[in-house]
């Protein structure tokens, strides 16, 4: 094995781009996002300082708008000019606003959208008399109309949003400062600020708020540094290997197979473990000593304690990582096949490695069982100076159990004499069409789901949300599903429909779908346990499944038809006639799953759409039709789309109405087991030999 490792770690130290992943990257990125974020911060001060903000007053009220805005430059120069002798006194007023200096000059145009539009102005004030405004919304009490003034700019440019946002604060000033004056032309001496003022104290340290902005993100860019530095060793370590024919001859030397892999996982973990040092190392030398100058309080939240807690937080996780890097390098063929899914191990890593994004995930809860999620909210909390060192423990026993896991599902990738010669790769290469496709698909899926979350993140908030869909189903799942069909010359109908269900079948969705929704709902909840949701994200949610001035009938095609064609197709049709044949039943559900979870992006909602994807997988392997499942999946959004038109909510039914739909879902499973026709083409589980040698077949086994 010493001598395996010895030519391993040779190789590693030939391969210059793997000494720039491993090595010059680490060292470079840490500075560079610093000094970056830095001089971002020092030209946006800059900016706001030397900016002079164009605007223009239009309206019936423009003079009135034109005394406020003179009253708060008055207001700001005395504000300037008394700053320094006011700082000592012993009863200081309140604060009104933050105008240091006034830069703003008015612009007089006939078309001020026209000239905002134009970048000659960054805002405009429309000033709209209380007669205009009392047409625009009419209100009940004739005397409680008022005049209105309207600031106008874009907020896509940061010029124009601050220079608004910058006038709206001078113009309430000076609107208390009439209040004021009016209050003392009747008789009433009263400063508006001294009334009930508020003072908001922050308790936390410098360091804790900037080591809780960074400690967010922190495991993720661990992850993306080990699994690309990695990338270029794991990949030749078996699969390059395949690829040259010499892993035979490595085969059939004296070492034994648990020691090639013992020797190759420990070349990749040699790596993993470098970049990971490489990353405390950086923090230690640039924030603890100084090299570089750091955001205010940075320093502060890495004391000794700190940083030797995440070198045994993260120790784990880059072991972790360097067994999934050797798992694909297995499962691969050739070293291109392996750099191939290198991209969707990165996305499928990063998605869990974000978790201590969202603040309500604290350590002490479920979400210490879950790996990469688990060492993303433990830095979170070390970053913070929070150590609860019980969970840190179970957090370092979990990632390790995980990595022990992941070695050994890559030391049996080389029992496979399937997955050891190059003979299935060549057939398929030759052969082409439906035979190259398990080789493709999963690069089609990384680049679908990469497309899902462009588009998602590009599309205007204002589209209509029928445009959406459309964008989504047809444009993206179907389109997509439509490529594949036309690209590897896929048979359509075995992808739809190979078998035909039994009819017992159909009446075993009608009664499974309904069930399943309630089980869903509870998976949702318990979910939330771990992973609360804030209220405001499920009353947007409900908002988008209900927007206003759609009709019924069109919510229930694009919620209910659309999803349970398209959806269906590309998750349980391509999905599964592409991977039948290389995972069994279970796994091919389980992936079914994961993959229609994380297409839902949205992190609460992942569980529970994967609960349903893993239901529909199974419907569907068992009937050999994607057909009932895109008839439950219609049915569960359209029962779901009901119920909110009815404004039932589920979450109010009782435990023993949850007992009865899972046993109902239990029973409407089953059925469909009696009347099985199984998915074609199914790999056999694994066969276990007998006394006899004779193999006992699995009741999956086609």
Known sequence: MLLLLRHEIRSLVRDRRTLFFALILPLLIYPAIFM???TSQQRQEKRRTETTYTYAIVGGEADQVREWIHLARESSQCDQADHDSSRNDEVQQPERGSHDAWRFEETATADPRTALERDELDF?????????NEAEEPSQDPEASSPLLRLVFRGNEEASRDGARTMRSALNDAREQVRERLLRERGLELVLANVYPIEAVDVASSGQAAGSLFGRFLTALVVFLVL?????ISADALAGEKERGTLETILTSAAGREEIVAAKFLAILGVALFITCINVVNLMVYVSFGVISMPAGFADSLPPLALGVLVLVLVPLAALLAGVLLLLSGVAKTYKEAQLYLLPAQLFSVVPALAAVLPEIQ????????????????VREVMVGRYDWPMLIVTVVVTTLAAVYVVRLAARTLLSERLITASERD???IIGGPALLPRRF???????W???????????????????????????FIGSTALMVWRYRLPIGRIVSPNRPRPLVWIAVLVGAPAGLIVVETVFELVGVVLPVPREWLEKFSGLLLPEGVPLWQLAIMMTVLPGIAEELFFRGVLIYALRGRMGPISLCLLSGVVFGLFHTALWRVIPTGTLGVLLAGVTLLTGSIFPAALWHALNNSLGLGLAVAGIDLQTLGWEARWAAFLLLAFALMVIWKQRTLYPGLRRARQKQSGGGTPRRSAWSP
Do not use: M
Not at 363 to 378: E, G
């Open 36 to 38: 970056l974020s830095k």
């Open 124 to 132: 405009y004030v429309e000033a709209i008399p209380a007669s205009a």
């Open 228 to 232: 690309g530095g990695g990338a270029a």
């Open 363 to 378: 350590l002490r809860s479920a979400i210490v069982v879950v790996p990469l999620a688990n060492v993303s909210v433990a």
């Open 427 to 429: 057939a398929s290469e």
């Open 442 to 448: 999963p690069l089609w899926l990384a680049g679908t």
């Open 450 to 476: 990469g497309l899902f979350l462009i588009v998602g993140l590009n599309l205007p908030q204002t589209l209509d949300v029928r445009w959406q869909v459309l964008i989504n189903l047809v444009g993206i």
